[in-house]
């Protein structure tokens, strides 16, 4: 779950690191059914699931790393030239910040949004024109360290699975 100097692009820096848990909606990650889902609607997250490990925020992207202890495993990045807003939307006792790109949305719960708010924006708005298309190169020259996505990772979700 920590991110290593192999993590990172040329000339990307971590600004920010959160304990964080990306949520995810349990059928469209090829997931079965939660065993302890039903009560999810409580938190605001029915239909969905909370993939516990840490939210970086670096100079060029949000980068989310999972722990072990996940039905999901993985790291994925969010590119901050691509996000067009980022949101307070905690519902109840549930602390949520929402990522807006052109294409999809990613939530994540935490503990000091509007702290992450305001430095996210902050990173975002230091993005002139010249480095993002740095960026783009760097991007493509070093896909592998974007992440591969979160994988079901079978013992977990086998145990889920004995739940149900």
Known sequence: MKLTDEDLLPNESVVLKKNA???IGVTESGL???AFGKWMWVIGMKGK???GGKLYLTNYRLIFK????NRLRG???IFLPTVTEVEDTSFLMTRKVSIR??????DFV???ISDFIKKAESERANLSEDKITELRKIAIENFDKCG???QVFGGLENINKVFL
């Open 75 to 77: 790291k994925f990045s």
């Open 66 to 69: 999972s722990h072990r202890l």
């Open 110 to 112: 935490m503990w000091g």
């Open 148 to 150: 591969e996505g979160l």
């Open 32 to 34: 079965t059914k939660f």
């Open 49 to 51: 699931e909370a993939i």
């Open 101 to 106: 790109t052109k294409w999809t949305k990613f």
């Open 21 to 23: 848990n990306a949520v």
